[in-house]
Nanobody, 123 residues
Framework: QVQLVESGGGLVQAGGSLRLSCTFS????????MGWFRQAPGKEREFVAT????????TYADSVKGRFTISRDNSKNTVYLDMNRLKPEDTAVYYC????????????????WGQGTQVTVSS
């Protein structure tokens, strides 16, 4: 079955950078649009970014636009989230997800989820 494993989280100071990776297995990676979501303590899981099957189309939440970049390498079955100019409000567990059909900002469109990786940004 499909499995998603995130890595790259950690503790970083405000203004710093991190790169998250999500490795996909169990099916043909290039068939799936991919997304990143995040969930802060006491809050709903929210959309961060999504990328199309071939990587040509990306969409971002307004809160991360211009600071985060989503990309994918279909030869490595991996999707990435490059996070720059991090802020304390970016602190959350970050999840990658594989969508059923199309890129989407909605959680309900995603069929498979990873276990998440913690990102903590100190002020």
């Amino acid at each position: 079955q499909v499995q998603l494993v995130e890595s790259g989280g950690g503790l970083v100071q405000a203004g710093g950078s991190l790169r998250l990776s999500c490795t996909f297995s169990g099916d043909t990676f290039s068939r799936y649009p991919m997304g990143w979501f995040r969930q802060a303590p006491g809050k709903e899981r929210e959309f961060v970014a999504t990328i199309s099957r071939g990587g040509g189309t990306t969409t971002y939440a307004d809160s991360v636009k211009g600071r985060f970049t989503i990309s994918r390498d279909n030869s490595k079955n991996t999707v990435y989230l490059d996070m720059n100019r991090l802020k304390p409000e970016d602190t959350a567990v970050y999840y990658c997800a594989a969508a059923d059909e199309f890129t989407s900002i909605y959680r309900e469109s995603y069929k498979y989820w990873g276990q998440g990786t913690q990102v903590t940004v100190s002020s």
